[in-house]
């Protein structure tokens, strides 16, 4: 059994890597590999809105990723820096920064890129999908 | 021994030249996405810096209608491949 990581920098559905790292996640965990840690950047901080409501009959990317953590116990980490500049914003986040309302909430977490290095150190392979 | 993942299509020459400069002798190529388009026999010297070693993602074909289309020196593989791709390989690499 491996331990495996995702980088993901791409946007939900503009581009295809969102898509092919799901795809990915779920055939690690289907063949028996643990599906550790997907870090969020750049544009890819999108896949963790809480906002997303795509037509029920495609794919619901942020779904995906939730159910990776509630069967999986995957971490779905996002760089905060990244986030912030995009409006992903946690309940704590927004209230610091005095902004309305929140974007992002658990099972997602806003994390520093010392947590992409720590995923690096700690997993046994590291995939990256961009666009 | 290493994997390379790329996903653009073959127009992008510069970074398919990228990609043949790292690619190491034990190194192995995987397309994926627009990749598949490089996997056609017309695709032409695309693929001819990477001596055989490459393998193309079978879903990704089937979407842009490329299933019957591959150049008999690619080999295809399905999701499970590109896994086992990852298990034997212990560092991949992404270009895009």
Known sequence: MLNYALL?????????AA??????????????????????????????SALMAPPQDEVHLADGWKRLHQEHGTELLVCVAAGLRRGLLDVSEASRHGVMSHS?????????????VDAMLTSDRMITFAP | MMLHLLNRSPRSTATYQDVSEAFGS????????????????SAGAALEPFGGRVS????????RGLAKRVDPSVEVVDMNGFLALTETHERCVSWF
């Open chain 1, 8 to 16: 993901l920098h791409a946007a939900p559905y503009s581009h295809q």
């Open chain 1, 19 to 48: 898509l092919s790292a799901l795809r990915f996640a779920d055939t690690v965990v289907a063949n028996g590999h643990r599906m550790k840690t997907i870090f969020f950047y750049h544009d890819g901080v999108h896949n963790a």
């Open chain 1, 104 to 116: 992002l909430e658990a099972p997602f977490e806003l994390t520093g890129v010392g947590q992409l």
């Open chain 2, 26 to 41: 034990d190194d192995h190529l995987l397309l994926i996405e627009d990749a598949c388009y490089a996997a056609q026999p």
């Open chain 2, 56 to 63: 193309v993602l079978q879903e990704d074909l089937v979407a």
